[in-house]
């Protein structure tokens, strides 16, 4: 592929998705998000598509679509993905706080309230055969359709039972948000293979660093 060309299909990045929530999930799409320099996991428009699929907030139909559209609005595309890492900063900044104990800043509480009030504009109640469900209305073209389920669920994360649940990953720089569903509530790690084990090396290591001594 030529360098600048645009991107027609759906990336084939894998996204881990650990954090047992929508909004959680969104929000660790950056790596060492609590480090001064975190990974970017959303490099193009075309990740932020496959994320949504992945993360189920669109479906394979939707996200075609996109691919689609967004080869015909690049530019369009690309304030769409500026508006998703800024939408996942305001998200991650509001649970990490929640995790520590502490009040979310009001800024973001705002800019959480904004994308609300737009956001839940779109939702509809629909008949189907199984009863009522809610739908999402409006333009099947809009670009940035995979960001309302996550904003819809940072709302519902923020009134949930579960809201005490939310935690950050105790390995300093990963910053990885998840619910804590584990039966003592005693989950450190957003995963036991990659920052647990990291941290149990270095035990081990400063452990073994004493004795040589
Ligand atoms: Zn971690």
Not at 42 to 65: S, T
Not at 90 to 114: G, H, Q
Not at 156 to 182: M, P, Q, Y
Request: aromatic share 8%.
């Amino acid at each position: 592929m030529k360098i600048g060309m645009p991107q027609t299909k759906v990336s084939d990045y894998e996204f881990l998705m650990r954090g047992g929530w929508l909004c959680l999930d969104f929000a660790n799409t950056a790596g060492s998000h609590a480090s001064d320099h975190p990974s970017e996991h959303l490099p193009n428009y075309m990740a932020l598509v496959a994320w949504g699929l992945q993360a189920n907030a669109i479906d394979e139909r939707e996200a075609k679509r996109l691919v689609r559209e967004a080869e015909h609005r690049p530019r369009e595309a690309t304030t769409v993905l500026a508006r998703a890492r800024a939408l996942r900063e305001v998200i991650y900044r509001i649970f990490s706080a929640i995790a520590a104990n502490e009040s979310p800043n009001e800024t973001d509480l705002k800019s959480l309230n904004a994308a609300l009030a737009q956001t839940f504009g779109r939702l509809r109640i629909v008949l189907t055969k199984d009863g009522f469900s809610w739908a999402w209305a409006g333009d099947e073209d809009a670009l940035d359709r995979m960001l309302w389920p996550v904003v819809r669920s940072a709302a519902e994360l923020l009134v949930s039972e579960e809201l005490n649940l939310v935690r950050e990953c105790a390995n300093d720089t990963c910053g990885w948000l998840f619910l804590d569903r584990s039966k003592n509530h005693s989950r450190r790690w957003c995963d036991m293979k990659d920052c647990g084990n990291v941290a149990k090396a270095r035990r081990y290591y400063q452990r073994h660093k004493k004795i040589d001594k």
